[in-house]
Every structure is written in structure tokens, then in C-alpha cells.
């Protein structure tokens, strides 16, 4: 009896403890460096869409932007389409979510 129940625990604490560091499901977090193609500000100010040229691929990367400074910068001609940029962002399905967004040479 005492082993069945030693066996039932330690099968217990084995299955929680696998469950314990499965890890997470998250955004997957991607940086790009390349030129502004277009810059689309919403009526509102309150969040933008940007596209930037992949220079590694070529590939057009569509980024959703919602932080107040980089809305500032857009709103200042601060960065402007033509500029390069390094930006990190999380793809969340179909979006994805500016994490930063900066000139490559400063700003």
C-alpha cells in the first residue's frame, strides 16, 4: 500500500514538474534595418503603420506603431519615408507590434 501510494505521488510530482518549465507560447521578436517606403499616421494620432525595405531580403515589412515618441518623430518630419531604420517589433499573428523604432544613425 505505501508503495502504490509512493508511486502515485512521485508520478504526480514528475507530471508537475514537466508542466512547471514547458515554456511559454510568446511573440516571436524580429529586428529590421532598412528604408521607410511609407509612413501612414492615423487620423486619431494615436497609432501609425510604417513600411520598411528589408535590406537583407528585399522583402517590404508592413510595422503597426503605437509609442507616443516615435509618433512624435513621425508628426515632427523627425523621420521621415527615405530615412533607415532599425526596427524591432513582435509578430502577433498577422500584426506586427513596434517594440523600437530608430534611425540607424541616431536621432
Do not use: H, W, Y
Not at 16 to 42: D, E, H, R, Y
Not at 52 to 73: E, F, M, Q, R, Y
Amino acid at each position: 500500500m505505501k508503495t502504490d501510494l509512493s508511486r502515485i505521488v512521485l508520478v504526480a510530482l514528475l507530471a508537475a514538474s514537466s508542466i512547471a518549465f514547458t515554456p511559454v507560447a510568446s511573440a516571436q521578436a524580429v529586428t529590421v534595418v532598412g528604408p521607410v517606403s511609407k509612413i501612414k499616421l492615423a487620423p486619431d494620432g494615436k497609432s501609425a503603420v510604417a513600411v520598411l525595405k528589408d535590406n537583407k531580403t528585399g522583402a517590404s515589412v508592413s510595422i503597426d506603431i503605437s509609442d507616443d515618441l516615435t509618433l512624435d518623430k513621425f508628426k515632427d518630419k523627425r523621420i521621415v519615408e527615405g530615412d533607415e531604420i532599425r526596427a524591432k517589433f513582435e509578430k502577433e499573428g498577422a500584426k506586427n507590434n513596434s517594440k523600437s523604432f530608430k534611425k540607424t544613425a541616431g536621432c
